[in-house]
Every structure is written in C-alpha cells, then in structure tokens.
C-alpha cells in the first residue's frame, strides 16, 4: 500500500512539471540572434539580377562565357572565366601619338571563313619614314586613332553597330567587359573609337545581345558604325576563326575599318572574327 501511494506521488510531481514547463513562453531571443551588419551588406544573388538573363536550365547560360574585366593584352580563358594576367607575346606599345601597337600574332592556326578579295594589310605600327626601295610602292602612311573621350552619349555608349544582313544593331559600350556586352558590344579600349582600326567585342550566346552569327558573314557585306562623329559605312573583307592569344588585327591602321569578335562555340582556345574596311 505504502509503494503505490508512493508512485501515485511521483506521478503526479511528473505531470505538475509538465504542465509548469508548458506554461512557461518561449521568447524569441532564445532561438535567433542579431547582426550589426547593414541591411545591404550582401548584395543579389538572384541568377536574373546578376547576369542581365534568365537562366537555361537545358543547355549554356551567360555565367558559361562570362568575360572578367580584361586589359588589352592580357590572355583569357573566358569559357571558363579564369583569368590569367600574363602579358601576350610580341604585344608592344610602338607608337605614342599615333595609338598604333606593333602587335605579334598568337601563333594558334588561323582558318579563313571568307577570303579576302586584295588584302589591305595592317601597318605594324612602325614609326619609320624611310622611303620605299620601289618607287611606285606607296608612301608610309601614320596609324589614324581617335580617342573616346567625349563621345559618350546621354546614356553612355559611344555609338551603334548596324548589321543588316543579320538584323544585328547593337549600342556599343566602351570597354571590353562583361558590363559593357550585356548591354550590347564592348569597344577594345586601346584601340581607335572613330578614325582607323575600330575594335569591339560581344557575346556568342547566352545573352541578351549576342554576335554569333557574324561567322555567316559573306565578303561585301555591309556594317555601319554611327558615333557624334557621324555614319561610317564598311564592306565586309575577311571573316576567320583565330586563336583566343592572337590579337594582331586589332592594331591600328591607316585606312577606316571595324574589327568585331566574338567566342566560337563549344571552342574556348578560339574566335571568330571579322573585318570590314569602309567604302569609298
């Protein structure tokens, strides 16, 4: 008698303790802790917001050819969006003034698309004046540059790339950055931005504004640049895959003419590029 009126007590103690720590409220403060942190320290990491596209669940996306800011002459892997800052062979800055580079090519095999119909050949950036050993050979002519400052319109750019055939027409942006091509092309900063060689650079895919198909580029063709400067209208000459190292198109010339690259698919060590002279 004495043991069961002993466990009717224990029992009971059991359930008034229960019942006492049901009672009692469980505060916030025991379960999350606060940050002295700004509501905007991390910023967005909405695939939309950061890239300027939806995401392709079913194939490549924008993240797959991402371009890190680059200076011209530095080598990329950007397929694979790892940089790496070393100086490209043979890249030397020959002339001051002129803003002509004495570029060497990247030593990677060249397949031409469409060849030329006469080869306009790139002056190397030589300041020489010495006089040609053949008399009716042409005289040297000084590399034509212009430089971008004060071209900028309201919005930014610094002018438009028109590609009828392939219903391309795109702003384009100064620098060759991936700001600058998820907002259209990306003008190479060291070189001309109106007179001479102009370069620019864009997206193959996975982007809003993309140039992939400029390797279906006949020769003739028509491209037009218009700046504050005015409409320049150029015929398609060479279209070529090259190496990813290989930047000697991109010095700067005599004559007017607009170089425009862009990633071969599938293929990182390469890339299509295109050259169109302006007509006469």
């Not at 069961?4 to 008034?16: E, Y």
């Not at 620019?200 to 400067?229: A, E, F, W």
Request: charged share 15%; aromatic share 8%; glycine share 12%.
């Amino acid at each position: 008698m004495k043991h069961t009126h002993i466990r009717k007590f224990a029992g009971l103690m059991l359930s008034a303790a229960a019942a006492l720590s049901m009672a009692v409220p469980a505060f916030a403060s025991d379960y999350s802790f606060t940050t002295t942190a700004p509501q905007d320290y991390y910023g967005s990491t909405s695939y939309e917001d950061v890239y300027g596209s939806q995401y392709n669940y079913g194939g490549n996306n924008v993240v797959d050819y991402q371009v890190p800011e680059l200076e011209y002459g530095v080598q990329s892997t950007t397929m694979t969006g790892v940089m790496e800052r070393t100086i490209l062979p043979g890249l030397q800055q020959t002339v001051g003034t002129g803003g002509g580079y004495g570029v060497a090519g990247g030593g990677g095999p060249i397949t031409v698309l469409v060849e030329t119909g006469t080869p306009g050949a790139a002056n190397t950036g030589s300041t020489s004046t010495t006089a040609p050993t053949n008399p009716a050979a042409p005289s040297y002519q000084q590399p034509a540059y212009t430089s971008v400052e004060g071209m900028a319109y309201k919005d930014g750019s610094i002018g438009t790339v028109k590609i009828p055939s392939l219903k391309i027409d795109m702003k384009v942006w100064e620098g060759e950055t991936a700001d600058s091509m998820k907002k259209g092309l990306g003008h190479y900063s060291s070189t001309s931005a109106w007179n001479g060689n102009v370069a620019v650079c864009g997206h193959n895919r996975g982007s809003k504004y993309v140039i992939g198909t400029i390797k279906d580029l006949k020769q003739g063709d028509i491209i037009t640049y218009t700046t504050m400067y005015g409409t320049r209208t150029y015929a398609v000459e060479t279209v070529k895959i090259i190496s990813n190292s290989d930047w000697s198109d991109l010095q700067s010339t005599a004559d007017n003419r607009i170089t425009l690259t862009t990633c071969l698919a599938d293929h990182p060590e390469s890339r299509v590029l295109v050259q169109a002279v302006e007509k006469k």
